[in-house]
T-cell receptor, first 111, second 116 residues
Framework: NAGVTQTPKFRILKIGQSMTLQCAQD?????MYWYRQDPGMGLKLIYY???????DKGEVPNGYNVSRSTTEYFPLRLELAAPSQTSVYFC??????????FGEGSRLTVL | AQKITQTQPGMFVQEKEAVTLDCTYD???????LFWYKQPSSGEMIFLIY??????QNATEGRYSLNFQKARKSANLVISASQLGDSAMYFC?????????????FGAGTRLFVKA
């Protein structure tokens, strides 16, 4: 079982570029989440999804977009990257009433 | 509004002693869950313990216990017999079940240092 797989693990972007962070899970969990963690800080919720076709904004959604066409995949799109989006991004899944299972994180630097 | 507060940026504890990490929360949802996670310097998120809002007893998992005081809206983590490997960041998190659409948010974290 792979659990939660995030790609890429590292990426450097130039200001204004766009990219998609991929998240895939094989646990058949309905709930999926994207968080960002700035250095020395806590996790901030960007977007979350309670099932295929359903997404909702979290605490810090500006500058990001998501889609959830299937249970397994929950990609996070960054449009017009800015230095403020330099962070570590975590994808997580959960079953109802259960704990979050995290991917290993994707470290993004915007220069 | 859903809110999680951890007021201790850093804590020191002597090896083999117990330590309490504070967490307070705010929610209007009667159904919610509280979680604690550990993040070592390697960066992964490790689930430690869970407490549901309707659970009558405090949760325990090995050396971890959750001191759940519902009326005070606090969910403190107690680590007994601290070990050097417990040095890490610790995050409290809350998920609302009814009104929040299972949105899960985290506190700012507490960095624990275990001294030999």
């Amino acid at each position: 079982n792979a659990g939660v797989t995030q790609t890429p693990k590292f990426r450097i972007l130039k200001i204004g570029q766009s990219m998609t962070l991929q998240c895939a899970q094989d646990m058949n969990h309905n709930y999926m989440y994207w968080y960002r963690q700035d250095p020395g800080m806590g996790l901030k919720l960007i977007y979350y999804s309670v099932g295929a076709g359903i997404t909702d904004k979290g605490e810090v959604p500006n500058g990001y977009n998501v889609s959830r066409s299937t249970t397994e995949y929950f990609p996070l799109r960054l449009e017009l990257a800015a230095p403020s989006q330099t962070s570590v991004y975590f994808c997580a899944t959960a079953r109802e009433g259960g704990e979050l299972f995290f991917g290993e994180g994707s470290r993004l630097t915007v220069l | 509004a859903q809110k999680i507060t951890q007021t201790q940026p850093g804590m020191f504890v002597q090896e083999k002693e117990a330590v309490t990490l504070d967490c307070t929360y705010d929610t209007s949802d009667p159904s919610y869950g509280l979680f604690w996670y550990k993040q070592p310097s390697s960066g992964e998120m490790i689930f430690l313990i869970y407490q549901g809002s309707y659970d009558q007893q405090n949760a325990t998992e090995g050396r971890y216990s959750l001191n759940f005081q519902k009326a005070r809206k606090s969910a403190n983590l107690v680590i007994s017999a601290s070990q050097l490997g417990d040095s890490a960041m610790y995050f409290c998190a809350m998920r609302e079940s009814n009104t929040g659409g299972f949105k899960t948010i985290f506190g700012a974290g507490t960095r624990l240092f275990v001294k030999a």
